[in-house]
């Protein structure tokens, strides 16, 4: 059989396969959760469950979901707790004048029952501890509150361990069965309900390591691994999507007429400002572009960027230092420095250089952009993007030129 039609039966066999339509159904099916985008944004998550910790908000749980989640999180507990904190004061205390609040004292969730004690509740779900976070966030507390007793709470999907002792690790499972439990409730309203078993399924899908999803995947991995890593091999990589979103952004600009597309360099053109055609030097000897242009721009990535850079090619020696040398006054540096972010290289080598160096599009984007219906607003907006560096970059070459 063809290499083509061993792929194609390898596809067809796991579009077909009943797991892989169960995990389509899932993903298609309407969750509120997914239509505002929370899968792993911390602000979110905190939000909903310092709602449903608040006794005071009209969910109908009144303080019974908050004592059930302290008492989950301090029942196998390995450090020494205040007595306010064990079980027999927490199951007979009324928790009705509990305050929750978000970000105050930049905790995430903040639980204060006044003058008893405090709850600080830091939340990760995608993004990890930086900065010894947890040891100021005590900190921060204890000089504040000395004679309260305080529970710090950490919480991620998979229960991670705390960078510091005096924190009890909890996870999203703790909250998974918490809220299960009391979606099947016949004492809370309908609309609270569907929001509760939304969000039990929207944990289940994308936030809990053993999830529904994730075994549905592990089974059709196992089953359809030659045709899963065929599609992995094709999935286009962050620099790939925004090459491509480049070429399309500077083929605009060349229909409109304002840019003289030359060779291709990672996969995008080249290019050069069409208004300074018969001005720009060219390279007479050797190897370079198609169009010879010595002053041109040029796409590159690094790490992090997206970038467009002005490059200086191998023109005659003297020639080219008698640019760079008017290119570093301190008038052309101050106007090409009103580029947001523009770097200006100091060291320039002996054959060509990119004097200045533009990011126009973060990698960390990535996620959010390759999930859009459409590219076309990505597309405009770096063309905008690239017609404002090239303006700015015309008014300095034209001056420099002219006086070379």
Not at 234 to 260: N, R, S, W
Not at 265 to 290: A, C, H, M, N, Q
Request: include cysteine; charged fraction near 30%.
């Amino acid at each position: 059989m063809h290499k083509c039609d061993e792929n194609e039966v390898l596809l067809v066999n796991l579009l077909d396969d009943a797991n892989f339509k169960d995990l389509s159904a899932t993903e298609e099916r309407f969750n509120i959760f997914d239509a505002l985008g929370v899968r792993r944004q911390e602000l979110r998550h905190s939000d909903f469950l310092s709602y449903l910790l608040d006794p005071s908000r009209p969910h109908g749980l009144g303080d019974s979901f908050l004592r059930d989640f302290l008492l989950n999180a301090i029942s196998d507990a390995e450090i020494d707790l205040p007595d306010v904190f064990h079980g027999v004061p927490l199951r007979l205390e009324s928790l009705n004048d509990v305050r929750v609040t978000r970000e105050r004292y930049n905790i995430d969730i903040l639980l204060e029952m006044e003058d008893r004690w405090l709850v600080a509740i830091e939340n990760k779900i995608g993004a990890k501890e930086h900065g010894n976070q947890l040891q100021r966030y005590e900190s921060r507390l204890k000089l504040m509150f000395p004679n309260l007793p305080i529970l710090f709470l950490y919480l991620t999907p998979m229960g991670v361990q705390a960078s510091e002792d005096n924190w009890l690790s909890l996870s999203y499972g703790v909250v998974h069965d918490l809220v299960y439990k009391w979606s099947q409730s016949s004492n809370i309203s309908e609309e609270v309900k569907v929001a509760l078993v939304d969000y039990v399924e929207f944990l289940e899908g994308h936030v809990l390591e053993d999830s529904k999803t994730a075994e549905l995947c592990r089974k059709i991995y196992q089953r359809h691994k030659q045709a899963i890593d065929l599609l992995i091999e094709h999935v286009p990589t962050a620099k790939d999507f925004y090459l491509d979103i480049a070429q399309q952004a500077i083929k605009m600009l060349a229909d409109e007429g304002k840019v003289v597309l030359d060779d291709r360099y990672r996969k995008v053109s080249r290019f050069y400002d069409i208004r300074l055609k018969d001005d720009l030097p060219e390279v007479l000897d050797g190897e370079w572009t198609s169009t010879n242009k010595g002053i041109l721009f040029e796409w590159e990535i690094d790490s992090e960027f997206l970038r467009v850079d002005l490059v200086i090619g191998p023109l005659e020696a003297v020639q080219r230092q008698s640019i760079v040398s008017q290119l570093e006054t301190g008038k052309y540096k101050r106007m090409l420095r009103e580029i947001p972010k523009l770097k200006i290289v100091t060291k320039i080598s002996k054959r060509y250089a990119h004097y200045t160096k533009t990011p126009v599009i973060p990698f960390g984007r990535i996620d959010e952009d390759i999930e859009l219906d459409s590219t076309e607003d990505l597309v405009r907006g770096l063309k905008a993007q690239v017609e404002e560096i090239i303006n700015k970059h015309f008014v300095v070459l034209k001056e420099v030129l002219q006086g070379t």
